[in-house]
Structures are given as structure tokens and as C-alpha cells.
């Protein structure tokens, strides 16, 4: 792509510190840094950061010149460039010297740590509330808040976000918790995945949950499904309806940004997308998406789609983290899929550790930097699926986890598990 030898490059208005706006037109907002870069690292840092532009200032010139050259540079061109300084760089004459990092252990996380990211504090850890009944539902929720949780997940689909509200109420006001210490997640169903039935779904949920905003609010799938006649009902089984072949992923997103702009939704994101699709809003939106909620677990460890998000400053939160054990008993083409509590190397790794096999796994993702949602109704396990904060796995039995990834054969939200849907325009996984 360039062929450079070693430089000194400025990275000029990759984002504002102050504000976060992309290109800040404020002068003291500029963010920037200076360094000798080799040239694979410079080939690197131009595709990640998409630089439109490497403008060459001579060394001859004079600081004065080189500072009007730069400005104009910017005015035509826009902050995403890169400036290349055969000599000291102008704005920082100062030898540079990079920065001491210090390295910090896993172990050093807690309850309370939230996943990295510019501004939202989603934390790592949350309760998976889909199949917990009505009755159950209450208890769960203390237990888990009595426990640590701050992060509930739920969905339009999952039929329990009226327990939940009823649920929260209470909690609310026996004053046992705050509205704003809570991280709540519900999704836009399939059969709403159009721009114009984003706001109808989303004050549903609301009215349900007993909310007047949600923290984070997900597109649950990019396959859309046509509306039932009555639009009200009781929610579907996306497999009695019919695909929408129509979906438009983009114009979806402008909805979703319209319940940010309203406050409905503090935060919007995506869930079962692929790269490509995930692309394609980056492209064109207005706000970005802050979430990608997936399928993973060792089985399917999904390393370049976690490492795509994470560069996009995009944060990760797993789901089925135990491979859905309980889909085996209703859905007989699963019943021999890969069963990750029962693999011989997560049990020898929790026999070393004295834990159980699920808080190895869960471990294992945190330290790939990725959140979970473990579900469960068990009080029991319910607290063993958050007390993984107290050790570390080390590099041997890392790498020993990572060892049994397989791909897509590790899958078992796919092609099996959703029929038809396999035959949408938007159906992210290979075929």
C-alpha cells in the first residue's frame, strides 16, 4: 500500500477528547500523537483508522509555513490523515518517548468492571432472563442483584418483560436499588425490523418493563419477518411467520437512532450480525452501534468478529456461553450438539482451579474480553456465574481453552436451529 521507511508520523482528529465528535471543528479539541512508526505498523494504523490521505511536509520549510501547510491540508482534506514529518514534528519538538504500559492482570476485574469502551459502562457480567417463568422471576432478580448483577438482559421475543417490570417495582420501591445502577437490555423483534415499527416495539417494551428508558436497546436479529395481521398479539414463534425479504439493515438503523434522540435508549447495537452487516452501518450511521450481542462459547470462539467489533470500538457480550444445554430436550435436531460443561479439558482445568466447569468457561470469556449473560434460575448458580472474579486462568490453560474452537461447527443457533430463516437475503452465517 506505502512503502515507507522509518518516519515520524502525527495521527491528527481520530476522535475529540472533549467532545467525541469524530471531526471536532474546535482547534484545541485536536487529538493527536507522535512516534517513529515502522512501516508495517504505519500500513496497519492507515487501513484500521481509514486515513484518507498522507500529506508529505518538507523538512526545508519553515515552522511557520509548515503550520500554514498543515491547516490547509486539513481544511481540504478533513481530520482523518496522516501528516508525515521527514523531520522533528512541528507541534511536538520534544524527543518523543512512548508510553510506559503497565500491564494488567485479569484477576485485578470485579462485579463492578465494566467492558472497555469510549463511553458506555456495560458491565461483564448479566443475567440471561430468557425461560425464566413467571413465578421464578422475582426471586431471580433479587438473588442476582444480592449477588452483584447490574446488567439484565431480556428481549421483546422472550414474552417476560412484564414479570421483569412487575419485578422491578418492587425493587424500586422497597428502595433496595436505583433505577440508574441498573443496566437494562431488551431487543426489537424480527417482526419489527423496519424503520417504522422500531418506536411502536420499543414503547411496548417500555410499558412492560414499567421504564421510561432502556440502557441498551439491540436489533435481536438482521433476518426481518412480516408483521401478523394483528400486530398486538401475543408474540410469535418467528417460525410461524414470514420472512421479509425486504429488509433494509440501514434504514432499520435510522429508526434505532430516532429512540436515541427521543430517550427512550440510552445506547442501540446489534445482535447475530456478521462483519459485512456490521460494516454496512458503520458506513452510514449517525450513531454507532456499542453493542454486538452473540453466540459464543469455546466451541465457537468467533476471534475475528470479536476482534473486528473491538477495533470499532464495538463491545461484545456472549450468549449460550454454555453451548444452551436445556434446547436439547425440545429440539431433537440438537441433541447431539457440543455440550462445553462436559468437555475433559474444562473439567480438568476446574479440578485444578477447585471451580466449577461453568465458571471456567465464563472466566474464559471474560478474559477475551468479552461480556456474558449467563441465564439461569438457580439461586445457586446463579451466584457461581459471577464469582469468577477471585482468579486467573494462566497462559497454559488459555491457550489450552482456545485449542478447542471449531469454527462454525461449534454453532448451534445456525442453519439447524433456524430453518427457513437460512433462506434470507440477510442470513449472517455461512451457509
Known sequence: MFNLPWVRILFLGLSCRSCSAPNCPKMEHWTWSCGWRYDKELRVSIEERKVKSIMFI????????????????????????????????????????????????????????????????????????????????????????????????????????????????????????????????????????????????????????????????????????????????????????????????????????????????KYIGISKFNSKQIQRILDSCRIRPVNHQMEMQIYLQEKELVSFCQDNDITVTAFSPFGSPGIRSFEKTLSDAPAPLEDPVIKDIANKYNKQPSQIILRFLVECGVGIIPKSSNPVRIQQNIDVFDFELTKEDFERIRALDRGEDGRVFGKVFMGNSANHPEYPFPK
Open 58 to 265: 518538507p523538512e526545508e520549510l519553515t515552522r511557520t509555513s509548515r503550520k500554514r501547510l498543515l491547516i490547509w491540508h486539513i481544511s481540504r482534506i478533513g481530520f482523518a490523515s496522516i501528516i508525515w514529518f521527514p523531520g522533528p514534528a512541528i507541534l511536538h519538538p520534544v524527543q518523543y518517548k512512548p508510553p510506559v504500559r503497565t500491564e494488567v492482570k485479569m484477576a485485578q476485574l470485579t462485579k463492578k468492571s465494566f467492558l472497555k469502551h469510549s463511553s458506555m459502562k456495560l458491565p461483564y457480567i448479566g443475567l440471561g432472563t430468557n425461560e425464566i417463568t413467571t413465578e421464578e422471576m422475582e426471586t431471580a432478580l433479587n438473588t442476582a442483584l444480592d449477588a452483584g448483577y447490574r446488567h439484565f438482559d431480556t428481549a421483546y421475543r422472550y414474552n417476560n418483560e412484564a414479570d421483569i417490570g412487575r419485578s422491578l417495582k418492587k425493587i424500586f420501591e422497597s428502595g433496595k436499588i436505583k433505577r440508574e445502577e441498573l443496566f437494562i437490555v431488551t431487543k426489537l423483534p424480527n417482526h419489527g425490523n423496519r424503520r417504522g415499527d422500531v418506536e411502536y416495539f420499543l414503547k411496548k417494551s417500555l410499558e412492560a418493563l414499567q421504564l421510561d428508558y432502556v440502557d441498551l436497546y439491540l436489533v435481536h436479529s438482521p433476518m426481518g419477518y412480516k408483521r401478523p395481521d394483528d400486530i398486538a398479539q401475543e408474540v410469535p414463534n418467528f417460525t410461524e411467520l414470514e420472512l421479509d425479504m425486504e429488509t433494509d439493515l440501514v434504514e432499520l438503523w435510522k429508526g434505532m437512532e430516532a429512540q436515541v434522540d427521543a430517550g427512550r435508549a
